[in-house]
């Protein structure tokens, strides 16, 4: 199978707008009215995105029942096993295996254009709330920062596939690398033609992203300040985009604060006590939630 036809077939599938096409819209509608009353009338909103959102955007997901880990058969037809290749021993044990994944996931994400709802969370941080707002993203595919999210308004808790260090971790440093591709990739044995270096040491380097059993990551140590300052100031509004991570808020935060939650899988809401559930993909859910926003806008100036 080829990549576009994987990347074609995880639409609608991972975090997709919701094929039920009828049933249950009147609660849809009616939970997409409530959770706008409910930004609209919010101090603080902390904003989370996951897998959902970056896959309606057309980069498959890495942990779901058809994610890569899984289900990719570019790999699985070559009896290769990504989660064994992208794992933190297989950039050691065969850096040119590792790194020709990695190029197959920098293409696929480099492809993807942010979709709408991008635009919406974009607004949201830039012009609606400001410095009321924060974002939380666990996607390493950059697509937040292409669609103008500013960078000191969010933070990229499992890194950056666009950043790159030291996989012997002589030093600290990340630096930028947006090429695609690095290096070409035998279309057979799928292995990186070369591997991109540490400008310090000479050795390897690594994507600057959350691998497994990772000791090595490199986690960008101001975004989690200003992360865990905005947690500070209390967020009285949490708003969960297409992601199945468990999301708990710290213990600095005293009172529970509001959750939207969103996600077209109806069984993710349990997860959440009392969340203001949404059943439905990332970008309609945000582009419905915008528009009642602006209606609540217009009937508070008239
Ligand atoms: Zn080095």
């Not at 009321?132 to 697509?143: A, M, P």
Request: charged share 25%; with cysteine.
């Amino acid at each position: 199978m080829s990549e576009e036809k994987f990347t074609d077939e995880r639409k609608g599938l991972c975090g997709g707008p919701n094929p039920d096409d009828g049933r249950g819209l009147e609660s849809d509608i009616a939970s997409v009215q409530e959770a706008a009353r409910v930004l609209h009338s919010a101090s603080y909103v902390l904003i989370s995105t996951g897998a959902g959102m970056s896959a309606e955007s057309g980069v498959p997901t890495y942990r779901d029942k058809h994610g890569v880990w899984r289900d990719f058969e570019l790999y699985s037809e070559r009896g290769l096993n990504p989660a064994e290749i992208a794992h933190i021993d297989g950039f050691e044990r065969d850096p040119h295996l590792a790194w020709g994944f990695q190029e197959t996931m920098r293409a696929l994400m480099h492809r993807a254009e942010p979709h709408a709802g991008y635009e919406v969370v974009r607004a949201w941080l830039q012009q609606r709330f400001r410095d009321r707002s924060f974002l939380l993203t666990s996607n390493i595919d950059g697509l937040h920062v292409r669609s103008g999210v500013d960078k000191h308004r969010m933070w990229e808790r499992y890194g950056c596939i666009w950043n790159l260090s030291c996989l012997a971790r002589c030093t600290d440093e990340i630096w930028r690398e947006e090429r695609v591709p690095l290096f070409e990739v035998d279309p057979q044995t799928l292995r990186s033609a070369d591997i991109p270096k540490c400008p310090v040491c000479g050795g390897p380097a690594r994507p600057a992203t959350q691998l497994d059993h990772d000791p090595g990551l490199i986690k960008d140590p101001i975004g989690a300040a200003r992360y865990q300052s905005f947690l500070d100031r209390k967020p009285d509004v949490y708003v969960v985009i297409g992601t199945t991570l468990w999301f708990s808020w710290p213990e600095s935060v005293q009172e529970r604060p509001t959750v939207i939650h969103i996600n077209p899988s109806e069984e993710t809401h349990q997860r959440y006590d009392d969340a203001l559930a949404i059943t439905m993909g990332a970008k309609d859910a945000l582009i419905g939630m915008e528009w009642m926003l602006s209606r609540l806008d217009k009937s508070e100036s008239s």
